[in-house]
C-alpha cells in the first residue's frame, strides 16, 4: 500500500524512490511507527495462540523490537516505558474486545496483467458480537486520520481478500489515544477500488510522473 500511497501524493516521489532507489533517513515517527507494528505483531500471535501477555513478556518484546528514536539515552529510555505501558494497556483491550484473533500480517496479493500488489494487513478479528473486523493500526492519534487516506487503504486490502474474508467492519485504530474510526463495507465500494488501481498502475507504466 505505501508505494500506491506514495504515487497518489507525488507520482515524482514514487519515481524517484521505486525506479531510481532514492532513499532517505526514517524520521522519529516513522521509526516509532515500524516499533509500535512490529510490537502489535507480537502480541497478536500471542494472542491468536492464547497465551497470557503479562508485564514481563510487554518488556521482553519491547527489548527486541526496539529502534533507538533518540539519541539522548533518557529521553528515549522514557519512549520506551511509556510504550510499554500503553502496549500492556492495549493488551487488557483487545483481549476483552476479540473474540478470536483470525489472521495478523494477513498476506494478500492483486494480479493482473497490468499489475501486481502484494502486501500484509495489520490484523483480522471476530469480535465478541460475531462480527469480522479489519483493523489498521497508526502511530497517531484519530484527529486528522482521514487525511492519511486510511479508508482507501482498509478498502484496497477489503478487495484484495473479499474471496476469503466477508468484513463487517473496517477499522483505523490510532494507538496514541486509542481511538477507532469505522468505516462502511459497500459492494460498490470494491468496485471503485478495482477502477481506482487500474488507473493508477496504468499511469505507472505509462511512466507518468508528474
Not at 502489535?40 to 508485564?55: A, F, Q, S, T
Request: charged letters at 35%; proline letters at 1%; aromatic letters at 12%.
Amino acid at each position: 500500500y505505501s508505494s500506491i500511497d506514495t504515487y497518489n501524493r507525488c507520482p515524482f516521489v514514487y519515481e524517484l524512490t521505486y525506479d531510481y532507489g532514492f532513499q532517505y533517513p526514517p524520521t522519529h515517527s516513522q521509526n516509532y511507527g515500524i516499533i509500535l507494528h512490529n510490537c502489535l505483531h507480537k502480541i497478536h500471535i500471542d494472542l491468536k495462540n492464547k497465551k497470557i501477555v503479562d508485564g514481563a513478556r510487554i518488556i521482553d518484546i519491547v527489548d527486541k523490537c526496539w529502534i533507538k528514536v533518540d539519541e539522548n539515552v533518557k529521553k528515549d529510555n522514557l519512549v520506551k516505558r511509556k510504550l510499554e505501558r500503553e502496549l500492556l494497556d492495549y493488551y487488557q483491550e483487545i483481549k476483552e474486545y476479540a473474540k478470536e484473533v483470525k489472521s495478523t500480517e494477513e498476506a494478500f496479493s492483486i494480479t493482473k496483467k497490468n499489475m501486481e500488489i502484494n502486501g500484509r494487513t495489520d490484523l483480522i478479528i471476530e469480535n465478541k458480537k460475531g462480527e469480522i473486523e479489519l483493523l489498521d493500526f497508526k502511530a497517531r492519534e484519530k484527529k486528522g486520520i482521514e487525511r492519511t487516506n486510511v479508508e482507501f487503504q482498509l478498502k484496497m486490502y477489503e478487495y484484495a481478500l473479499k474471496d476469503k474474508y466477508k468484513f463487517d467492519k473496517l477499522c483505523a485504530y490510532t494507538f496514541t489515544d486509542k481511538g477507532k474510526t469505522y468505516f462502511q463495507s459497500k459492494e460498490k465500494d470494491l468496485q471503485d477500488i478495482d477502477e481506482k488501481l487500474e488507473d493508477i498502475c496504468n499511469r505507472i507504466n505509462n511512466h507518468e510522473f508528474k
